[in-house]
T-cell receptor, first 112, second 112 residues
């Protein structure tokens, strides 16, 4: 049973650039949520996608956007990168906006 | 405003001892309370979760105690082992309303 997968594992960008992170949900899951985890902090909710639409959004600027594809996989895009965007970006999947969420290994983004 | 407050920030326990981590919440609409375990460089892994209609849930060496009137819940790790050394996060959500919100985490070290 394939768990949640994310790519790439690590990424280095410079300020002002744009980045795209990818997530494939656990087999049988149709909902994807994205989180940002700064060093030494708990994950912070960015947004959730279900049925290819953004259903909920946390307190993140419009520079953060996403997409969900018909196969339930998802992308997180961040424009105009800031140094403060350096973090571990986590994807979690669940079934039908259900409560139980399973996390992927994350993408470590470093902005220089 | 931090919706879930977690303590202690760090914890050192002798091998074989009991590790106890506490969380408190304010939003009475929360109806799902999971605990996640995270190792360095990895994504959070779901350990155990509880709903407010029960006061205790046990899975192996892990037990959640839930006090609805006090708006508190705790994780007990019995017979703690060095392999349990990780960061633990409590979390909460309100079904169909609020996304998953995390505590700031507790770094547990189990020493022999």
């Amino acid at each position: 049973d394939a768990g949640v997968t994310q790519s790439p594992t690590h990424l280095i960008k410079t300020r002002g650039q744009q980045v795209t992170l990818r997530c494939s949900p656990k087999s049988g899951h149709d909902t994807v949520s994205w989180y940002q985890q700064a060093l030494g902090q708990g994950p912070q909710f960015i947004f959730q996608y279900y049925e290819e639409e953004e259903r909920q959004r946390g307190n993140f600027p419009d520079r953060f956007s996403g997409h969900q594809f018909p196969n339930y996989s998802s992308e997180l895009n961040v424009n105009a990168l800031l140094l403060g965007d350096s973090a571990l970006y986590l994807c979690a999947s669940s079934l039908g906006q259900g409560q139980t969420q399973y996390f992927g290994p994350g993408t470590r983004l470093l902005v220089l | 405003q931090q919706q879930v407050k977690q303590s202690p920030q760090s914890l050192i326990v002798q091998k074989g001892g009991i590790s106890i981590i506490n969380c408190a919440y304010e939003n009475t609409a929360f109806d799902y309370f999971p605990w996640y375990q995270q190792f360095p460089g990895k994504g959070p892994a779901l350990l155990i979760a509880i709903r407010p209609d029960v006061s205790e849930k046990k899975e192996g060496r892990f037990t959640i105690s839930f006090n609805k009137s006090a708006k508190q819940f705790s994780l007990h790790i019995m017979d703690s082992q060095p392999g349990d050394s990780a960061t633990y996060f409590c979390a909460a959500l309100s079904s169909g309303n609020t996304p998953l919100v995390f505590g700031k985490g507790t770094r547990l070290s189990v020493i022999a």
